[in-house]
């Protein structure tokens, strides 16, 4: 990577890659979660994650470029914790808080991913696919505190209980 466009093309494959791989993760995240408002929140954003998958297939568009992926370890660092998790915990609480910490990470690696991006995107003069990338950043936002007000208002007490009760 030689470029400021070098990087923004890696990049840009990196998280349609991570895209793609979440479009398989999120079901299995809300078949485990207990909580009905989690399993919903997993689903409803597999559903944005479509759209996401489909404006990342118009920046390419407008680049000119195909739209391909390229492996990314983290994304797939953290599906493996995610499924670590199902794994190791028993259906309940404990689980569902520790699911809302795997989704919340993703949500945390995706909006790095597109803040660089936009900024990228400006930088380099790509002006036509901001709004595409900046409608994505807003929904990982938006899907990072729909758990994190899951987490606090309701699941990281019933786990506490949970934990306390064993």
Wanted: glycine share 8%; hydrophobic share 40%; proline share 3%.
């Amino acid at each position: 990577m030689k470029s400021l466009d070098d990087l923004f093309m890696h990049f840009l494959r990196d998280i349609y890659y991570a895209e793609r791989q979440l479009l398989k993760a999120l079901p299995k995240m809300a078949k485990n979660a207990q909580v009905p408002a989690l399993k919903e929140a997993f689903t409803a954003h597999r559903e944005e994650t479509v759209h996401q998958v489909e404006r990342l297939k118009q920046v390419f568009e407008h680049l000119g470029k195909p739209a391909k992926g390229v492996p990314c370890e983290a994304i797939k660092g953290l599906i493996e914790e995610a499924e670590e998790v199902i794994g190791d915990s028993e259906a309940g609480p404990v689980r569902d808080a520790g699911l809302i910490a795997c989704g919340q990470a993703v949500e945390h690696y995706e909006m790095a991913r597109y803040g660089a991006l936009i900024g990228w995107a400006q930088a380099g003069g790509h002006k036509d696919v901001i709004g595409l990338l900046q409608q994505t950043l807003d929904e990982e936002k938006k899907a990072d505190r729909l758990l994190n007000d899951l987490a606090v208002k309701q699941i990281n007490k019933s786990a506490s209980v949970t934990a306390k009760a064993a």
